[in-house]
T-cell receptor, first 116, second 116 residues
């Protein structure tokens, strides 16, 4: 089955420290991977994506993610966390289904809490 | 990037009534997606709405409960019919990005529905 797993419900980190939000996936074929962020009472905002090319992709707000094919992972990282980074983060994969149409499958989400 | 607006932004409804949610996009798009985000949960795709054809519903969602209209390339509605408290969720519409990459999706701000 095609799926996305975010093993941590919540990640706590002190401001200024590096952060990692984990994501693993299972998909047929080449994965198209995405990270979205959801701030309170707001819709989802696109952060970054991996389609092809360099395994390390850079996105908005200083975030980056590393694609690891052997580990089927796409962890989100930031060298120095800000309190304003506190939000709900979703990993997603574009999967191909029967009939030739594809759709985004979302992980359960990880709540990031950055403490001053 | 596409600008997506949704109406209403939130509503509180009584059990047994219906609510129609509107989604307006500032550019023409072939496909529009409707998602549900139940409290504390991830996003689940309800249906894909193509202009000029019937919506395609995901497993667990039926047209009688969630009728969708797609009268033109910039607008869609989702109706939540005969509501129960279990329908309390955030409902989001989404459209694919066409340029430079057809793989991303933009999301509207969501409609927060509470059913009493």
């Amino acid at each position: 089955a095609q799926s996305v797993a975010q093993p941590e419900d919540q990640v706590n980190v002190a401001e200024g420290n590096p952060l990692t939000v984990k994501c693993t996936y299972s998909v047929s074929g080449n994965p198209y991977l995405f990270w979205y962020v959801q701030y309170p009472n707001r819709g989802l905002q696109f952060l970054l994506k991996y389609i092809t090319g360099d395994n390390l992709v850079k996105g908005s707000y200083g975030f980056e993610a590393e694609f690891n094919k052997s580990q089927t992972s796409f962890h989100l990282k930031k060298p120095s966390a800000l309190v304003s980074d506190s939000a709900l983060y979703f990993c997603a994969v574009r999967a191909l289904f029967t009939g030739g149409y594809n759709k985004l499958i979302f992980g359960a989400g990880t709540r990031l809490a950055v403490h001053p | 990037s596409a600008v997506i607006s949704q109406k209403p932004s939130r509503d509180i409804c009584q059990r047994g009534t219906s609510l129609t949610i509107q989604c307006q996009v500032d550019s023409q798009v072939t496909m529009m997606f409707w998602y549900r985000q139940q409290p504390g949960q991830s996003l689940t795709l309800i249906a894909t709405a193509n202009q000029g054809s019937e919506a395609t519903y995901e497993s667990g969602f039926v047209i009688d409960k969630f009728p969708i209209s797609r009268p033109n390339l910039t607008f869609s509605t989702l109706t939540v019919s005969n509501m129960s408290p279990e329908d309390s969720s955030i409902y989001l519409c989404s459209v694919p990005v066409l340029l430079p990459s057809p793989n991303e999706q933009f999301f509207g701000p969501g409609t927060r529905l509470t059913v009493l």
